[in-house]
């Protein structure tokens, strides 16, 4: 029968110490066990000063980062001190299992951290751990209920490997369709002459098929200005509107807005690339909007360029306009730049049976994709409900 008792009557718990931070050093020394090495077993500074052997920590040694996090690692470094907000936990290997101790406690911690109120960092006390109740089997039946876990958690890792290799082949699909579709070149360049173009296909200064669009920002003084029925595009949308139709934005603006700024409400189908921070990153308007001015806008001449393939060329081109990109904190691309860009693009009709088939096959890709992220956000989530049947049984 399984008895209830105190985690501390049968695990001793050895906190970690402060030790001198003026005796911290990048190279050298005896290695120091922080947090952040606990993911990785590979302490990244070393202490230079004296200290007691009680705190050298050995591989095996089951520790619990105190901040943050709450999770317990089973360290596989090399001997090292253990810095403080650390603690080891050392079992009653007379009644308790080490890795029965180690699957147990990482369910504990969980289910701390879930029931933790929300602060800038979450903590943890180390005379917390000595209070926990733990249900404790017999040595063999904690052995067994251990060994078990091990196996099945190995198992949901080669799952979760698996699943996370065919994400990555499907993410470089999507990327493998585009740079098939346009020959495996960059369709968007700054001279005419970087690449051959595929038979048939021909080099355009953009300027002359598409006019050209800076954006703008009303003036934040003025929140009456805010808030209306004008959708506004900047930075913060770009990303999860890459390569999609942009029907909504995080901010809207108004009439007096755009009245009031150099703002410019863009028509249905512009092509709006973003040239600042998140460079290369590129969406269609879907309604009429307006945008800030970290995007250059280009409004098709529907006769001789088609805004879907325009987006889907800035998109086979997206690596290429990341290294026209300046700046030592954050890269933009700058006017006379974008001025000069040339577009190498077959006739109309081409340009849009190239896009319809890249639309359908991206879709796909992105289904594919999503469904993958799903199943594996699934099997994810595994462990923790595998850690919490096992221990709501014992």
């Not at 985690?7 to 906190?15: D, F, K, M, R």
């Not at 911690?109 to 751990?129: C, G, M, P, Q, W």
Request: hydrophobic share 40%; with cysteine.
């Amino acid at each position: 029968m399984n008895k209830q008792v105190s985690l501390g009557e049968i695990c001793q718990i050895l906190n970690g110490y402060a030790f001198d931070s003026s005796c911290f050093v990048s190279e050298g020394g005896f290695p120091l066990i922080r947090i952040r090495d606990l993911k990785t077993n590979n302490p990244s500074i070393g202490f230079s000063g004296e200290f007691d052997m009680p705190f050298i920590m050995t591989k095996g040694n089951l520790l619990v980062g105190m901040d943050g996090e709450f999770r317990c690692y089973e360290w596989q470094g090399p001997p090292a001190l253990l810095n403080q907000r650390l603690c080891q936990l050392i079992p009653d290997e007379g009644v308790l299992d080490k890795d029965y101790l180690r699957f147990w406690i990482g369910e504990e911690l969980l289910r701390i951290e879930s029931n933790t109120a929300f602060t800038t960092v979450k903590h943890l006390s180390s005379r917390d751990l000595l209070k926990l109740k733990i249900h404790l089997p017999p040595l063999v039946i904690q052995r067994r209920v251990a060994e078990r876990l091990k196996q099945q958690l190995a198992e949901i890792a080669l799952g979760t490997a698996g699943i996370q290799e065919q994400v990555n082949l499907a993410e470089a699909l999507s990327e493998r369709t585009l740079h098939e579709a346009f020959s495996n070149f960059h369709p968007i360049s700054v001279r005419a002459d970087e690449d051959t173009p595929p038979s048939g296909w021909k080099q355009y200064r953009l300027l002359d098929l598409a006019r050209l669009e800076s954006g703008h920002t009303p003036s934040r003084r003025h929140p009456e200005w805010w808030g209306g029925d004008v959708p506004w595009l900047a930075l913060p949308d770009i990303r999860k509107l890459h390569g999609k139709v942009a029907h909504e934005t995080t901010e809207n603006t108004n009439a007096a807005g755009l009245a009031n700024s150099s703002a410019r409400l863009l028509p249905v189908g512009t092509v709006c690339v973003s040239r600042t921070a998140s460079v290369g990153y590129v969406t269609l308007l879907g309604r009429p909007m307006a945008t800030s001015q970290d995007f250059c806008n280009w409004i098709c001449d529907p006769e001789r360029l088609d805004p879907d393939f325009l987006m889907y060329a800035f998109m086979a081109s997206q690596e290429y306009l990341q290294g026209l990109g300046s700046g030592a904190v954050h890269k933009s691309i700058y006017m006379p730049t974008i001025q000069s860009f040339q577009i190498c693009a077959p006739d109309i009709d081409e340009q849009r049976r190239i896009a319809r088939t890249l639309r359908e096959r991206l879709a796909a890709a992105e289904s594919l994709n999503d469904a993958l992220k799903a199943r594996l956000t699934d099997i994810e989530c595994l462990p923790q409900r595998l850690l919490a049947a096992a221990f709501d049984q014992t």
